[in-house]
């Protein structure tokens, strides 16, 4: 059975930092481009980074760049997002992606609230 399973969430005060893990099982972990998306309340769901298979590649949406730093460990199949200098309108629901040609997965998400 296929999880991506995200912790790490929470409140936070502004300036503050989180950093997200998503545990993926049932697949092969390695092979999968991973993301990072989230979504606030009345908001779609964007894309806010971005990490290749070998960790070689990163992208970012530019409002989280020199903030956020996704990472992963192919070894533990674990995906990352380190969030500083957080601020509020960086609160949502924190979603993780895996994709690869053929298949697409999505966690249920963890919630980040910054608010002081």
């Known amino acids: 059975q296929v999880q991506l399973v995200e912790s790490g969430g929470g409140l936070v005060q502004p300036g503050g930092s989180l950093r997200l893990s998503c545990a993926g099982s049932?697949?092969?972990?390695?092979?999968?481009?991973l993301s990072w998306f989230r979504q606030a309340p009345g908001d779609k769901r964007e894309l806010i980074a971005g990490?290749?298979?070998?960790?070689?590649?990163?992208n970012y949406l530019d409002s989280v760049k020199g903030r956020f730093t996704i990472s992963r460990d192919n070894a533990k199949n674990t995906l990352y997002l380190q969030m500083n200098s957080l601020k509020p309108e960086n609160t949502a629901v924190y979603y993780c992606?895996?994709?690869?040609?053929?298949?697409?997965?999505w966690g249920k998400g963890t919630q980040v609230t910054v608010s002081s």
């Open positions: 990490i290749t298979t070998t960790g070689t590649s990163l």
């Open positions: 992606n895996a994709r690869a040609r053929l298949y697409e997965y």
């Open positions: 049932g697949f092969t972990f390695s092979t999968y481009y």
